[in-house]
């Protein structure tokens, strides 16, 4: 779920991240969970795979800058194993399983740009990429 005042995101699990979450916040709750994908000087990426959010499965990138939470991008679990499942109707029922999800995380709330920031279902037709991004305001 997206509470939609304060833009934190509560996982089934009960993990939680928020827009003021710091890297030592993740670590924390996260242990050996989270794994370091980037740093370079003032930002810094880590992914969480295997995560759970309302009923799918789901891996989390959280990019940091100046240790506070910038960006979030959330991927539902496509089972593609290579470039050689991709299809176009692949990548359009990836898009529609993240557009339900987001609206089901928003709880029927239409909106998308809130005071904390906002929130999209996108999809890169370059690299096939869907996922919801949720972008906090600094």
């Given at each position: ?132 991004v949720v972008s906090y305001v600094a």
């Amino acid at each position: 779920m997206i509470d939609s005042n304060t833009g934190k995101i509560s996982f089934d699990s009960g993990f939680s991240v928020w827009k003021d979450m710091t890297i030592d916040d993740l670590v924390k709750r996260t242990g050996s969970k989270c794994e370091r994908t980037l740093r370079n000087g003032r930002y810094e990426t880590y992914l969480i795979r295997n995560l759970c959010l309302s009923g799918e499965s789901v891996s989390l990138s959280i990019h940091f800058r100046d240790n506070r939470v910038l960006l979030l991008r959330i991927a539902v679990d496509s089972g593609l194993k290579s470039w050689a499942d991709y299809s176009p109707a692949g990548e359009k029922q990836s898009k529609d399983r993240h557009d339900r999800l987001l609206a089901s995380l928003l709880n029927g709330v239409g909106q998308t740009t809130f005071r904390w920031g906002h929130v999209e279902s996108s999809c890169d037709a370059k690299t096939g990429d869907a996922c919801i991004v949720v972008s906090y305001v600094a």
